[in-house]
């Protein structure tokens, strides 16, 4: 089955960075759009940036300017690069994948999550 394994997170001080990964694997076609979620204790999941297959991104305003998403077609692979790091950006990300056509079909698929904790 299609699988999305993620990779990167950690603890990390303020003003730091941390690259998180995320690799498709499984019987995949293609996938249109690929991204990055986050998720507080006691808030709503929200979205953090996205990046089509043909590059166009976009970011939640909180972290313009200090994240950056890109994407490797012929990996399967999304990546994100968090620098200046804030207490609040403290959350589990979770990786998706969009509108993925898989010999299992046409679906939508999530990652486990992974945990960046950012304090001193």
């Known amino acids: 089955q299609v699988q999305l394994v993620e990779s990167g997170g950690g603890l990390v001080q303020p003003g730091g960075s941390l690259r998180l990964s995320c690799a498709a694997s499984g019987s995949i076609f293609s996938i249109n759009a690929m991204g990055w979620y986050r998720q507080a204790p006691g808030k709503q999941r929200e979205l953090v940036a996205a990046?089509?297959?043909?590059?166009?991104?976009n970011y939640a305003d909180s972290v313009k300017g200090r994240f950056t998403i890109s994407r490797d077609n012929a990996k399967n692979t999304v990546y994100l690069q968090m620098n200046s790091l804030k207490p609040e950006d403290t959350a589990v990300y979770y990786c998706?994948?969009?509108?993925?056509?898989?010999?299992?079909?046409?679906?939508?698929?999530w990652g486990q999550g992974t945990l960046v904790f950012v304090s001193s």
């Open positions: 990046i089509t297959r043909g590059g166009n991104t």
């Open positions: 998706n994948a969009d509108r993925v056509v898989a010999a299992e079909g046409y679906l939508e698929v």
